[in-house]
């Protein structure tokens, strides 16, 4: 009897040899066979002792590849509480091996067809493990007819099958993929031609509307037309006029004769007069 997998708690392998101990006091010709290596070992090993199995259970330790000791054994055995597929499986039964596995999640019993190809049975139960074990040692037929049934089931798990299949799947959905890649270029191009004219249409003035000048801004909003230097954008122009609060000097003064009257004429607006010398406020006219 062969079992084989990393010595993990996951694998139950102390089910399995409690299991074994029931067989091999109803047959003491057969022997477990136990491949792997992990963290259970020394655990494993005094279970075996403590059972008094030494003649019967070996722990062989890791074998690559695995195939040619398939092939020497009858019975594959598999007890795990929990199995992603179960490649162990598939293994021993492209050797010709029926397997008698726990019927766990997930794997187990998507590939074993109970009763033709192998047996399954509870988690974790040792007397029933123990009796799916007996049930093919005690009887040559059953256990040679279930072997060549997992060899011929065991096809659809082939490689070459494999790769065939993931083939198919793949162009599959590469054909899949380039219908919809077109219908998601399509539905971008509707998008973007829909959002530019939405731009475009906010972006236009208003019929009839014309730019606001300093001098239609309304009081308060001065400082959105022609900011002053030192200050925040969106911060009053209270510090701006109470600096221009009292100045008599803000009308520009001709150059020319000495004592020549100043220009009369509509005083200049607060924003020429708070520019400094040779900048231009780019929101003033």
Same mark, same amino acid.
């Given at each position: ?46 279970? +075996? ?5 030494y003649n019967h259970v070996y722990l ?14 009858? +019975? ?12 162990? +499986? ?15 999640? #997930? ?25 799916? !074990? ?38 599959? !959905? ?9 219908? #998601? ?36 909003? #001065? #400082? ?6 030192? !200050? ?27 004592g020549a009257s100043p220009p009369t ?21």
């Amino acid at each position: 009897m062969i079992a084989a997998g990393q010595l993990a708690p996951a694998k139950r392998y102390d089910v399995l040899i409690r299991a074994f101990e029931k067989v091999v006091a109803e047959r003491p010709d057969w022997r477990l066979r136990i491949y792997g290596a992990g963290a259970e070992r020394a655990k494993l090993r005094a279970l +075996i002792d403590k059972r008094g199995l030494y003649n019967h259970v070996y722990l062989m330790g890791p074998a690559t590849p695995l195939e040619p000791e398939w092939v020497k054994g009858s +019975i594959g055995a598999v007890t795990s509480s929990l199995e992603s597929f179960g490649m162990t +499986i598939v293994e021993a039964m492209r050797c010709g091996l029926p397997v008698v596995s726990t019927d766990c999640p #997930h794997g187990p019993g998507e590939i074993i067809d109970n009763g033709v190809d192998g047996l399954l049975v509870p988690v974790g139960k040792v007397d029933e493990i123990a009796a799916g !074990l007996l049930k093919l040692i005690n009887d040559d037929e059953l256990r040679k007819s279930m072997g060549e049934r997992a060899l011929e089931n065991s096809a659809r798990f082939d490689p070459d099958r494999v790769a065939g299949r993931y083939e198919e799947l793949f162009t599959d !959905l590469l054909a899949r993929g380039a219908l919809r890649g077109s219908l #998601h270029r399509t539905r971008g191009a509707l998008l973007s031609s829909a959002f530019r004219t939405k731009d475009r249409s906010r972006s236009a003035p208003a019929k009839g509307a014309s730019r606001m000048t300093p001098s239609t801004t309304p009081r308060g909003e #001065h #400082h959105r037309v022609c900011p002053s230097p030192g !200050l925040r954008r969106g911060e009053p122009h209270r510090r701006l006029h109470r600096g221009l609060r009292g100045r008599t000097d803000l009308r520009p003064r001709r150059t020319g004769a000495r004592g020549a009257s100043p220009p009369t004429g509509p005083r200049p607006s607060s924003c020429a007069a708070a520019a400094p010398p040779g900048r231009t406020r780019s929101g003033c006219r």
